[in-house]
């Protein structure tokens, strides 16, 4: 068996997007994780894949197409871990959220899709009536002037959708090493040359040859002695799974001050209601360990956004947390910057994306400068051109 052209090191869907760019490439790469597919903060995301539209709030027209492109591909790519999810979210009068905002934000979007040909096959986002709020959701109706509804897609089997990405890659066990630790990078005369493994279960080791060694190890991916320029994980997030039901099959945006301030997300479950995404500063954090002043904490600001369900800590049925970048070290601003980092030894990478969303795109661009004598061409954006063009 020849050696690898790539060892790939993260379950993730950074680590599974840039196998499956890579094998898209012609080029056959091997995977390694310490535990399973999905174990970090991509199995504990709220598994929303958004469209951008929050991105023409601060123009930032670049990263709502890069967006809507990468939406737009796991629709068409995996419709069977992927569908459409209509969302609410209530405007008031005299805030940021309003329905003359939004209609602002509504003919924007028309006219940079029609401009980029950026269009997805999403229902066009409307404006509903506060009459319609009402009727649909008990939300505070002080001010009330409406709600924004709008189209995402959401992720329904993380590690499905993983598994399905991997399998299009056409990586299965020997390309697959889980549960197995990334120990050391092997290198000779200052370039990489191999990875050394170590089986999570038995402690056996092993080494795998190869000339190139990503890391999108995420939270850990700063562990590495040679990735110290990498962000680090400081910040905690983590979604609840609360007993309940919610009317219809939408996400409602709720926020502590009507109109303002974070938005939080409650869509409904099978096994209730999912409610995301509540951030903290953890500056020392090695491993996501949410409290129960956490979980009161985040109970507190649904209560404040919707009164009339009266959470309680006794209806929280899970927890899923991860560990994300920040900014600073503070944990107090989160990145949502994307990081291709070359490293020394020669061979040796790091990918840090900042968004579950545009995770493909990043392993693109990773690939173009990783292997800049193959097809630069963008090949998710030729792939739908192929079936929407």
């Not at 993260?10 to 094998?23: D, E, F, R, Y």
């Not at 871990?81 to 209609?103: A, H, I, K, T």
């Not at 107090?332 to 968004?355: A, C, N, Q």
Request: glycine fraction near 8%; hydrophobic fraction near 45%.
């Amino acid at each position: 068996m020849n050696p690898p052209d790539a060892i790939i090191v993260g379950g993730g869907i950074q680590g599974v997007s840039m196998a499956l760019t890579a094998a898209r490439r012609g080029l056959h790469p091997v995977l390694v994780e310490k535990s399973s597919l999905a174990a970090g903060a991509s199995g504990n995301s709220y598994g929303i894949v958004h469209g951008g539209l929050r991105y023409l709030q601060m123009l930032d027209i670049p990263r709502w197409r890069r967006s809507r492109l990468a939406q737009a591909w796991f629709l068409h790519e995996f419709p069977a871990q992927v569908r459409p999810l209509r969302c609410v979210m209530p405007l008031y009068q005299g805030r940021l959220r309003s329905p003359g905002l939004f209609r602002l934000a509504m003919a924007f979007e028309q006219t940079l899709a029609a401009t980029f040909d950026a269009r997805v096959p999403l229902p066009p986002p409307q404006l509903l009536t506060a009459e319609e709020v009402k009727t649909e959701f008990e939300v505070i109706t002080e001010g009330l002037a409406g709600a924004a509804c709008w189209h995402d897609a959401e992720v329904t089997d993380m590690p499905g959708l993983l598994q399905a990405m991997l399998k299009r890659a056409g990586l299965e066990p020997p390309s697959l090493y889980m549960p197995f630790e990334a120990r050391e990078l092997l290198t000779q005369r200052g370039e990489v040359i191999g990875l050394r493994i170590a089986d999570v279960n038995n402690g056996d080791t092993r080494e795998i040859m190869s000339r190139v060694v990503i890391n999108c190890a995420g939270a850990w991916a700063g562990s590495w002695q040679q990735a110290a320029a990498c962000p680090t994980a400081r910040s905690l997030a983590f979604n609840l799974l609360l007993a309940g039901a919610l009317p219809g099959n939408s996400a409602l945006a709720v926020s502590r001050i009507p109109g303002k301030g974070r938005s939080y997300f409650m869509r409904p479950h099978p096994e209730g209601i999912f409610a995301g995404t509540y951030y903290r500063p953890a500056p020392d954090a090695t491993e996501p360990a949410v409290t129960a002043e956490d979980i009161q904490a985040f109970l507190d600001e649904l209560n404040s956004a919707l009164p009339g369900m009266h959470l309680r800590p006794a209806d929280v049925k899970a927890v899923m947390a991860g560990l994300l970048p920040d900014k600073d070290g503070s944990g107090e601003r989160l990145s949502s910057d994307d990081h291709i980092l070359t490293h020394r030894p020669h061979g040796f990478y790091s990918i840090v994306g900042g968004k579950f969303t545009t995770a493909p795109l990043l392993s693109e661009d990773a690939a173009n400068r990783i292997w800049p004598h193959l097809n630069r061409a963008d090949h998710m954006a030729a792939t739908l051109v192929k079936h929407h063009g």
